[in-house]
C-alpha cells in the first residue's frame, strides 16, 4: 500500500508570488490534513478536509488556502508569500475510524526568499 | 483549548539504556486519543504508540510503552533497551474525539549514544 505523498520536496519561491502544494493520501484515506512545522513553533494546525469538504481550520491567515479533491487528493495554496511562510509542509491522511492515527507524508520544504 | 506540553527539548541516552520522555497536556473533553510520533532526520513521521484515553490499560508496543495518568494530565513515553535507530525527534500528540485536529507539543530531540 502506498503511503502519502507530497509533491513537491523542495520549493524556492520569493516574497510576494504563491505556491501550491499537492498531497496523495493512502488510497482509501478520505480525511486529509495539513501541517506548517517550523523551528520555532513546531507543527501548528492547518486545516483538516473530508470528502472535499473542509471541515476544521487553523489559525493562520486568509493567504493558506486548501481544497481536497473527489479522489481524496488535496491541494494547499499560499498567496502572496512572505517569508515567515519558510516552513515544512507536512500531510496527514486518515483512516474514518475515529481516533484513528494520521499518516503523514514525507513533507513539502518551503523556502521563501 | 487544548494544549500539549513537552518539557524537555533535549535528551540523550547510552544504547541500550532505557529513557522516559515527558509529556501533559490539557483538555476538558472526555472522549481523546494521545500519540506519540517520532520523526527521524528524514523528517517522515512516524507513529510509535496510541492511547485511548477510556483505556486504563498502558499502551505498549515492544520496547516502547507509556505511562498514561489521566487525572494528572500526563502521558510520557518509555523507550527500553535503547538502539541507536531511535534518535529522533519525539511528538506527543492529542486528539480529541470530533475535532479532526491533533494537537502536537513542541517534541523532544533524543540522541541515543553509542
Known amino acids: 500500500k502506498a503511503g502519502v505523498t507530497q509533491t513537491p520536496r523542495y520549493l524556492i519561491k520569493t516574497r510576494g508570488q504563491q505556491v501550491t502544494l499537492s498531497c496523495s493520501p493512502i488510497?482509501?484515506?478520505?480525511?486529509v490534513s495539513w501541517y506548517q512545522q517550523t523551528p520555532g513553533q513546531g507543527l501548528q494546525f492547518l486545516f483538516e478536509y473530508f470528502s472535499e469538504t473542509q471541515r476544521n481550520k487553523g489559525n493562520f491567515p486568509g493567504r493558506f488556502s486548501g481544497r481536497q479533491f473527489s479522489n481524496s487528493r488535496s491541494e494547499m495554496n499560499v498567496s502572496t508569500l512572505e517569508l515567515g511562510d519558510s516552513a515544512l509542509y507536512l500531510c496527514?491522511?486518515?483512516?474514518?475510524?475515529?481516533?484513528?492515527?494520521?499518516?503523514f507524508g514525507q513533507g513539502t520544504r518551503l523556502t521563501v526568499v | 483549548a487544548q494544549t500539549v506540553t513537552q518539557s524537555q527539548p533535549e535528551m540523550s541516552v547510552q544504547e541500550a539504556e532505557t529513557v522516559t520522555l515527558s509529556c501533559t497536556y490539557d483538555?476538558?473533553?472526555?472522549?481523546?486519543?494521545l500519540f506519540w510520533y517520532k520523526q527521524p532526520p528524514s523528517r517522515q513521521m512516524i507513529l510509535v504508540i496510541r492511547?485511548?484515553?477510556?483505556?486504563?490499560q498502558n499502551a505498549t508496543e515492544n520496547r516502547f510503552s507509556v505511562n498514561f495518568q489521566k487525572a494528572a494530565k500526563s502521558f510520557s513515553l518509555k523507550i527500553s533497551d535503547s538502539q541507536l535507530g531511535d534518535t529522533a525527534m519525539y511528538f506527543c500528540?492529542?486528539?480529541?474525539?470530533?475535532?479532526?485536529?491533533?494537537?502536537f507539543g513542541t517534541g523532544t530531540r533524543l540522541k541515543v549514544l553509542a
Open positions: 500528540a492529542l486528539l480529541v474525539s470530533g475535532t479532526y485536529k491533533y494537537i
Open positions: 483538555t476538558s473533553e472526555n472522549n481523546y486519543y
Open positions: 488510497s482509501g484515506h478520505r480525511s
Open positions: 496527514a491522511s486518515s483512516g474514518d475510524r475515529v481516533g484513528t492515527e494520521a499518516f
Open positions: 492511547q485511548e484515553a477510556y483505556k486504563q
